[in-house]
């Protein structure tokens, strides 16, 4: 990150946290982006230069990237599964309780708020896509290669399936999802679903 976007980051987040707080607070549909903006202490124009919408702010995950980069810088040799289940453990090692709270927060709100449910299904969608090009870029195989195109299906698919769950939990305690998430994937790594 160079030193303008490390500027940015934490109007960037504060906006994020003021979105996330409010929609758990008000609901999706009364939130207004006027109401982030003035709880993250903002213009509604500068709310506009860092999301093009709500659900845009609701929707960004930083995280993503982060796993990605830590993917990629996974030794050639370690296989795929663990190269990114190695990336997803450095990424969330990386983030704050505080951050924690607030990915949760974030994944249980893209479940649980209609509106957002289908860009969630969407972005995972895309992500096929962009974890097929990791692993392309990781193996020198195309991405359009069958078995790079069903690995990463697959793990989305079991993503998608920790991230069910742990909205499915409601406010009760909150779940390790990073623990899950490795979890469900050394576990279908392994073929020990048990089915």
Known sequence: ???????KAPTRAAIRHQALELIREQGY????TGQIAAAADVSESTFFRYFPTKEEAVRTDDVLARVHGHF?????????TDALRAGLRRAYAEMSGADRDEDLQRRRLMFTVRELRSSLIERHATGIGELAEAAAERTGRPATDLDVRSWAGACIGVLLSVLLAVAEEGEGEPADFPDLLDSA???FQGGALGL
Request: without cysteine; hydrophobic residues 30%.
């Open 1 to 7: 990150m160079g030193s303008r976007e490390r500027k």
């Open 29 to 32: 549909e009364a939130t207004t």
């Open 72 to 80: 990629l810088d996974e030794p050639e040799s370690m296989p795929l």
């Open 185 to 187: 994937l050394a576990r």
